[in-house]
């Protein structure tokens, strides 16, 4: 007999025809999120979940006491916050996650945030399209910031903090200083990155891209005493997870000038709620946690977090276990 899976979104026909080669498939083709009714239902009988980590809530005891059966959770993120990693260890349920592979997107869309809010390319494009763009236009009204050549203070360098550095440093030359749980001494060399307690990063740094897992550890790593630290100058870049900054702070520091602009890709509530004041700052350019979303990279990561799945569930190691 087949192992059984629930696939929690659609997912294309090629990576659906490969689980299915394994194993028997349930799934959710509802809008939305997979309800909450229907996965507890659907849990009870299947050996794998296969999830983007945002379509199930947390995959905490709750969840699991319902699911005897259940041996692995594949997630399509390089991201597991949703997993509660204690209580998937007490029932021997591994979790598997896609690195690596949209590394490069990832680092992509971070420097897009960053030259977008460096050089006001929303509010520029507002302004232009609304027609107010008129032979008296005040030129210095348009003007942004300078990216080439300035500091850029990366939180977190992982593989996609290293990503952003390359283009930093060659594509930008900007100059490189990092804070991160322990040093890294490849990258310091490969790109001349100085390593700087957080307070002296923030101080010091004209950019600042967070680029830190969400632990316990990083929840509302930057908050108030954060954001005071900051130059007024400075462009603050989330592309990790909404919850390792105190989102109010955030807003605060942004009305009150603290900092000159902020880009977010993620957000404490996603999607955001239409009257969060972020939504209506100039100086905030949002998109809605698009990180690895492009066709080409969200396509591999679904083929891998299926490979990933299929391996737990015909005994064999994951390529990407989250924990050994
Ligand atoms: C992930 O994979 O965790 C990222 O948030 C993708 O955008």
Redesign the pocket.
Known sequence: MKPKVYLTYPVSEEVEGFIAKHCEIQKWDGEGRVPEEVLLREIKEIDGLYTS?STTGKIDERLLSHAPYLKVVSNV???YNNFDVEAMRKRNVIGTN?PHV?NET?ADLAFALLLASARRIVELDKFVKAGNWKPTTVYSDTYGKDVHGAKLGIIGMGRIGEAIARRAKFGFEMDIIYHNRTRKPDAEKKYEAAYRDLPTLLTEADYIILMTPLTSETFQLIGEEEFKLMKQSAVFINVSRGQTVDEQALIRALENGEIYAAGLDVFEKEPIDADNPLLTLPNVVTVP?????TAKTEAKMAMRAAENLVSVLTGNQPRDPVWQ
């Open positions: 980590g993120s390089v991201g896609t949209l990832v946690h698009i990180g690895s979303a």
